[in-house]
């Protein structure tokens, strides 16, 4: 298996599906599976029974974000736009994010 270099907390831009082109804020990483969760992407509708629950006593339909595959999405900054990402090691020895590609190759992402 390969490293996952995109974490909770980034920005995100989905490049295939349904919400193509939504950009969101990755809510969850299940690297094991290899998805993900992206805020305001892939909404799934669940209906509760009445009772079935305490935050639910009366029922109806719950939204929520639904897990999506990790090559769905590219790493998204307003800045370079979407880039691949890759990894580096920096002067202090610690390794790196960097962008990957001709455009914006070797910018440093964190």
Same mark, same amino acid.
């Given at each position: 298996? &390969?490293?996952?270099?995109?974490?909770?907390?980034?920005?995100?831009?989905?490049?295939?599906? &349904?919400?193509?082109?939504?950009?969101?804020?990755?809510?969850?990483?299940?690297?094991? +599976?290899?998805?993900?969760?992206?805020?305001?992407?892939?909404?799934?509708?669940?209906? $509760?029974?009445?009772?079935? &629950?305490?935050?639910?006593?009366?029922?109806? $339909?719950? +939204?929520?974000?639904?897990?999506?595959?990790? &090559?769905?999405?590219?790493?998204?900054? +307003? +800045?370079?736009?979407?880039?691949?990402?890759?990894? !580096?090691?920096?002067?202090?020895?610690?390794? !790196?994010?960097?962008?990957?590609?001709?455009?914006?190759?070797?910018?440093?992402?964190?």
């Amino acid at each position: 298996m &390969s490293k996952r270099k995109i974490r909770k907390g980034d920005t995100v831009k989905v490049i295939s599906g &349904s919400d193509r082109g939504h950009v969101g804020e990755v809510l969850e990483v299940l690297p094991a +599976e290899g998805k993900l969760r992206v805020e305001g992407a892939r909404i799934q509708k669940k209906h $509760i029974k009445p009772g079935r &629950s305490a935050l639910h006593p009366d029922g109806g $339909i719950v +939204e929520r974000v639904g897990l999506m595959d990790i &090559s769905n999405v590219m790493f998204y900054t +307003e +800045e370079l736009g979407a880039v691949r990402l890759g990894r !580096q090691h920096a002067e202090d020895g610690k390794r !790196q994010r960097v962008a990957r590609g001709s455009k914006h190759g070797g910018a440093v992402i964190d």
